[in-house]
């Protein structure tokens, strides 16, 4: 994945994905609602965020590392993807 490859109301998947929430399990998926002109910084929401708190900010770098693919077709609308727990 590039910087081009981001695009802003796109979903993206960790490459190590997480279970984050308490009642409801989610994967730590990163909605982007922010890519800087110059394309080194993006803002995201998504589990991880908290009700009332800013959208975090940071480089594109940093989320290049963290993404491993769009998972934005797999999302139910207005909702996150719950977790699927496997065992091996």
């Known amino acids: 994945m590039e910087a081009s490859d981001v695009k802003v109301g796109r979903v993206y998947r960790a490459k190590k994905?997480?279970?984050?929430?308490i009642l409801m399990r989610y994967y730590?998926?990163?909605l982007?609602?922010?890519v800087s002109t110059m394309k080194d910084q993006i803002?995201?929401?998504g589990p991880t965020v908290r009700m009332g708190s800013k959208y975090p900010t940071i480089?594109?770098?940093?989320?290049l590392r963290w993404a491993n693919a769009d998972v934005t077709e797999h999302i139910p609308k207005n909702d996150w993807q719950e977790y699927e727990?496997?065992?091996s």
């Open 43 to 45: 803002q995201y929401d």
């Open 85 to 87: 727990f496997h065992c």
């Open 32 to 34: 982007i609602t922010w």
């Open 28 to 30: 730590d998926d990163r």
């Open 17 to 21: 994905p997480k279970a984050v929430g």
């Open 59 to 63: 480089s594109m770098k940093s989320f």
